[in-house]
C-alpha cells in the first residue's frame, strides 16, 4: 500500500506543534529550534501516530556564509509506516547544541563524528571526543575554508623513534617525458589486409 506523504505531514506537524514542514525528495522534513530539539525528538519517538524508532544518521552542514553557518541533520526511520523524516536545526560557529543520546543512544557515535569533522559541541554528550583525526589534530576538515592540503603533515621518524608533525610541504620534481607512448608507432592492419592474409593460408 502506498504511503500518503501529505497524511504523514500532518500527523507530524501537529505532534510537534510546527509550521516548518514540508516534503522533499519524497521525505518528511521538519525545521526546530536547537532549544526545542530533544522535546521534538522524544515526540516522534514515542508519538502515538508516529514512531520514529530509528536515528539512521546525523550530517552536519557547513553554509561559511550564513549566519548560524552549520545545519545539523538528523535522519529518522518510522519502521511501522516506513516514512523517514529529515529534522533540521541550525547552530552557530560558537554555540552548542544539546545531546541526543539519552533519546537515541547510536547518536553517540554520530554527534563524535560531527564534532571531529565539523567543530560542534553537543552538551551533555558521554564522551565528546575525537573520532577520524588525531588527538593532536589542528582545525575540522569538512569546514569549507580548512585547507585541502590541511595544517601539518605526520611521519615517523626513525632518527627520533617518534610521530612527529611538519608542516606540509609539497614538493613536485620536474619530469621530462621524452619517451614514446605504448601505443604510438603501433602498426594497425586493414580489415583488407587482414582479409587478404586469410585467404593466402
Not at 550530517?59 to 545539523?72: C, K, L, S, T
Not at 575525537?130 to 603533515?153: A, H, W
Request: charged letters at 35%; proline letters at 4%; glycine letters at 4%.
Amino acid at each position: 500500500m502506498a504511503i500518503n506523504l501529505e497524511k504523514a505531514l500532518e500527523v507530524v506537524k501537529d505532534t510537534c506543534k510546527l509550521d516548518t514542514c514540508k516534503i522533499a525528495f519524497d521525505q518528511l522534513e521538519i525545521e526546530v529550534d536547537k532549544d526545542r530539539l530533544l522535546e521534538v525528538l522524544s515526540s516522534l519517538k514515542d508519538g502515538e501516530l508516529c514512531q520514529f524508532r530509528q536515528l539512521t544518521d546525523i550530517a552536519g552542514v557547513d553554509y561559511p556564509n550564513r549566519f548560524p553557518r552549520f545545519e545539523v541533520v538528523y535522519h529518522l526511520l518510522d519502521f511501522k509506516q516506513n516514512i523517514r523524516l529529515r529534522v533540521k536545526t541550525k547552530i552557530s560557529e560558537d554555540d552548542t547544541i544539546p545531546s541526543i543520546t539519552g533519546i537515541y543512544p547510536s547518536a553517540n557515535w554520530y554527534e563524535r563524528e560531527a564534532f571531529d569533522m565539523y567543530g560542534i559541541n553537543f552538551t551533555d554528550h558521554p564522551d565528546l571526543r575525537r573520532l577520524l583525526t588525531d588527538y593532536n589534530f589542528e582545525g575540522y576538515p569538512l569546514r569549507k575554508d580548512f585547507p585541502l592540503t590541511g595544517s601539518v603533515e605526520v611521519r615517523y621518524s626513525e632518527i627520533e623513534k617518534k610521530v612527529i608533525y611538519e608542516p606540509v610541504k609539497l614538493q613536485q620534481d620536474y619530469r621530462n617525458f621524452d619517451i614514446q607512448s605504448p601505443w604510438e608507432g603501433t602498426k594497425y592492419e586493414s580489415v583488407s589486409e587482414i582479409k587478404e592474409g586469410d585467404n593466402e593460408q
